[in-house]
């Protein structure tokens, strides 16, 4: 576990590197002036000052995050030059509010960009070496390659005879009613002419658990009578670098649409106090997911970073106070208005919304140690 732990902080890290380059690369292309580029947070443990740009570059005692502080990115600066230039004084020109807001955009929309190409990378190159992926029956694979075959219970319908045996989304199927079945198809059909079935099952931490007498139970949303389980047949599947091209952006599509989704999920059962959905994880459970991933190979471990570097992506989009998605929206509000936004507006909305994703952080941190921890 040490290492698991050691192994996330590290992609972590670097995924936020990545996502901060991003903003790094685009203040220095527009004459903005970068007076810090950090990795990690906390106490400064290295740090070395460039005699050519006098840039600080640190790295930091706890390696988790990192920033690009870019001068007048904060907005004291903008309204300082604002109310110099009402005054008549020269302003420098290298400050984060000293630019056309076009180009604030672009750098605060960068490291989005470049977590966002940086998973497509990974995505080609897992395409390539194998990447896990439900197997469709009626796709042509074009002969690409399959290896590590296994039946995944995809979901748990809540309230169902499979949730009251504590089958959970996550398991794998390793054989009904004594008899190994590795085709998905079979073992639904299996499951729809039975009326009762007895499972052997391995949960993610490797663990087997038999479920015996597990009866059908009937259901008044699908009128019928269910066990509560969905099956998918995964395995890891290998394409030639040609095949992976037109796969690799199908493949981030559909993880984008099932994240925006997943985000969807997540505010709708806040706000209706549903409370959180069960498949959102925070750093306990991205630490566990990835440990698993880590037992199965590289192929799942490139798989993973790729989903925590959408996921960032996506997340800092969001047009919410404190994330860059939220910087510009304020930047398209300066814009309508033909003016900024004032300045202590910005540092309250944008301290209230970092408050908010803490407390969210803290939250799901709890979740987790239920989930994972103590279960």
Same mark, same amino acid.
């Given at each position: 576990?040490?290492?698991?732990?050691?192994?996330v =902080?590290?992609?972590?890290?670097? =995924?936020?590197?990545?996502?901060e380059?991003?903003?790094?690369?685009?203040?220095?292309?527009?004459?903005?002036?970068?007076e810090?580029?950090?990795?990690?947070?906390?106490?400064?443990?290295?740090?070395?000052?460039?005699k050519?740009?006098?840039i600080?570059?640190?790295?930091?005692?706890?390696?988790v995050?990192g920033?690009?502080?870019?001068?007048?990115?904060?907005?004291?600066?903008?309204e300082?030059?604002?109310?110099?230039?009402?005054?008549?004084?020269?302003?420098?020109?290298?400050?984060?509010?000293?630019?056309?807001?076009?180009?604030?955009?672009?750098?605060?929309?960068?490291?989005?960009?470049?977590?966002?190409?940086?998973?497509?990378? =990974?995505?080609?190159?897992?395409?390539?070496?194998?990447?896990?992926?439900?197997?469709?029956?009626n796709?042509?694979?074009? !002969?690409?390659?399959?290896?590590?075959?296994?039946?995944?219970?995809?979901?748990?319908?809540?309230?169902s005879?499979?949730?009251?045996?504590? $089958?959970?989304?996550?398991?794998?199927l390793?054989s009904?009613?004594?008899?190994?079945?590795?085709?998905?198809?079979?073992?639904?059909?299996?499951?729809?002419?039975?009326?009762?079935?007895?499972?052997?099952?391995?949960?993610s931490s490797?663990?087997?658990?038999?479920?015996i007498?597990?009866?059908?139970?009937?259901n008044?949303?699908?009128?019928?009578?269910?066990?509560?389980?969905?099956?998918a047949?995964?395995?890891? $599947?290998?394409?030639?670098?040609?095949?992976?091209i037109?796969?690799?952006?199908?493949?981030?599509?559909?993880f984008?649409?099932?994240?925006?989704?997943?985000?969807?999920?997540?505010?709708?059962?806040?706000?209706?106090?549903? !409370?959180?959905?069960?498949?959102?994880?925070?750093p306990? !459970?991205?630490?566990?997911?990835?440990?698993?991933?880590?037992?199965?190979?590289?192929?799942?471990?490139?798989?993973?970073?790729?989903?925590?570097?959408?996921?960032?992506?996506?997340?800092?989009?969001?047009?919410f106070?404190?994330?860059?998605?939220?910087?510009?929206l304020?930047?398209?509000?300066?814009?309508?208005?033909?003016?900024?936004?004032?300045?202590?507006?910005?540092?309250?909305?944008?301290?209230?919304?970092?408050?908010?994703?803490?407390?969210? =952080?803290?939250?799901?941190?709890?979740?987790d140690?239920?989930?994972y921890?103590?279960?």
């Amino acid at each position: 576990m040490f290492l698991t732990i050691i192994v996330v =902080l590290l992609i972590i890290s670097f =995924l936020v590197t990545i996502h901060e380059l991003g903003h790094y690369a685009t203040a220095r292309k527009f004459g903005m002036k970068v007076e810090e580029f950090a990795i990690g947070m906390g106490p400064i443990i290295f740090k070395y000052t460039s005699k050519k740009t006098g840039i600080l570059y640190s790295i930091r005692c706890i390696l988790v995050g990192g920033f690009c502080k870019i001068k007048g990115e904060d907005g004291e600066q903008e309204e300082k030059e604002r109310k110099n230039t009402e005054e008549g004084i020269k302003i420098d020109n290298d400050s984060f509010g000293s630019k056309k807001i076009w180009q604030r955009a672009v750098v605060l929309s960068a490291g989005v960009l470049m977590n966002l190409i940086f998973a497509v990378v =990974l995505i080609y190159i897992g395409l390539i070496v194998g990447m896990p992926d439900v197997i469709n029956p009626n796709q042509n694979y074009n !002969g690409a390659k399959f290896s590590n075959e296994r039946i995944l219970i995809r979901s748990v319908l809540p309230d169902s005879a499979a949730f009251r045996a504590g $089958i959970k989304s996550g398991d794998d199927l390793i054989s009904i009613n004594g008899q190994k079945i590795v085709k998905a198809d079979l073992i639904n059909q299996t499951l729809q002419n039975s009326n009762g079935v007895n499972l052997l099952l391995k949960d993610s931490s490797g663990k087997e658990k038999q479920i015996i007498g597990l009866n059908k139970e009937f259901n008044k949303d699908l009128n019928k009578e269910i066990f509560g389980i969905d099956l998918a047949q995964i395995a890891v $599947i290998s394409y030639n670098p040609l095949q992976a091209i037109p796969k690799t952006f199908q493949t981030t599509g559909l993880f984008i649409v099932e994240m925006f989704k997943g985000l969807g999920s997540m505010m709708g059962s806040i706000f209706s106090g549903h !409370g959180l959905p069960e498949g959102l994880s925070g750093p306990i !459970g991205i630490t566990f997911i990835t440990g698993e991933a880590m037992k199965q190979g590289i192929s799942y471990v490139l798989y993973i970073i790729a989903q925590i570097s959408l996921n960032l992506a996506i997340i800092n989009i969001i047009p919410f106070p404190a994330l860059d998605g939220g910087r510009l929206l304020f930047l398209a509000i300066e814009k309508i208005k033909g003016g900024p936004l004032n300045e202590k507006f910005e540092l309250i909305a944008n301290g209230i919304g970092f408050l908010l994703l803490m407390l969210l =952080l803290v939250v799901v941190t709890f979740k987790d140690v239920g989930s994972y921890i103590l279960k």
